[in-house]
């Protein structure tokens, strides 16, 4: 069984420009989440989706972060404008009720 | 607010030690608690997963318990190698069943096995 798949691996960009992430997740997986890790600290919920519908968004950046996912497979995630404290580890994951598969993540470095 | 708390921090062992890494949580209503393994600059993977009505589950040299009237559990790893050396994360499932559940983490133990 194929994992949960992101790209880019890393980004390096500098404040004030645009990202965008992208996950594809396990097949026939329902709900997705996106994580932001800072380092030492452990993963914090920006967003879950089940199917294309959003479930919990109270702790993302609206007025910077954005998410979507067309079709209810794969999800983007995006930052307009990045700010240095954006730098973290973006972790994508996918599951049932049980259990969360998580990707190998983008380590986003802003400067 | 639930929260869930790691106990040490980080550890550094020998090779070959027997070892225990601490989990505290506030949640009495517990749904799950799930152990995740995390490598520098890496994703997570889930080692074990231990429902409200275990007490325990096991994978290889893993084992880890769960004591809901206390809330605490712990992640047991026999025989530690080198290769053990990661963050070890745990995570409380929450409390509300179906597909609306956010997991609640602690920050990590740290563990390092020297040769």
């Known amino acids: 069984e194929a994992g949960v798949a992101q790209s880019p691996r890393y980004k390096i960009i500098e404040k004030r420009q645009s990202v965008a992430f992208w996950c594809n997740p396990i097949?026939?997986?329902?709900?997705l989440y996106w994580y932001q890790q800072i380092l030492g600290q452990g993963p914090k919920l920006l967003i879950q989706?089940?199917?294309?519908?959003?479930?919990?968004d109270s702790q993302l950046p609206k007025d910077r972060f954005s998410a979507e996912r067309l079709k209810g497979v794969d999800s983007t995630l995006k930052i307009q404008p990045a700010k240095l404290e954006d730098s973290a580890v973006y972790l994508c994951?996918?599951?049932?009720?049980?259990?969360?598969?998580f990707g190998p993540g983008t380590r986003l470095t802003v400067l | 607010k639930q929260e869930v708390t790691q106990i040490p921090a980080a550890l550094s062992v020998p090779e070959g030690e027997n070892l225990v890494l601490n989990c505290s949580f506030t949640?009495?209503?517990?749904?799950?608690l799930q152990w995740f393994r995390q490598d520098p600059g890496k994703g997570l993977t889930s080692l074990l997963l231990?429902?409200?009505s275990q007490r325990e589950q096991t994978s290889g040299r893993l084992n880890a318990s769960l004591d809901k009237s206390s809330g605490r559990s712990t992640l047991y790893i026999a025989a530690s190698q080198p290769g053990d050396s990661a963050t070890y994360l745990c995570?409380?499932?929450?409390?509300?069943?179906?597909?609306?559940?956010?997991?609640?983490w602690g920050l990590g133990t740290s563990l390092a096995v020297n040769p």
């Open positions: 994951a996918s599951g049932s009720s049980f259990t969360q598969y």
């Open positions: 097949s026939g997986h329902a709900t």
């Open positions: 989706f089940q199917n294309n519908g959003v479930v919990d």
């Open positions: 949640d009495s209503a517990i749904y799950n």
């Open positions: 231990i429902q409200s």
């Open positions: 995570a409380d499932g929450g409390n509300n069943a179906g597909n609306n559940r956010k997991l609640i």
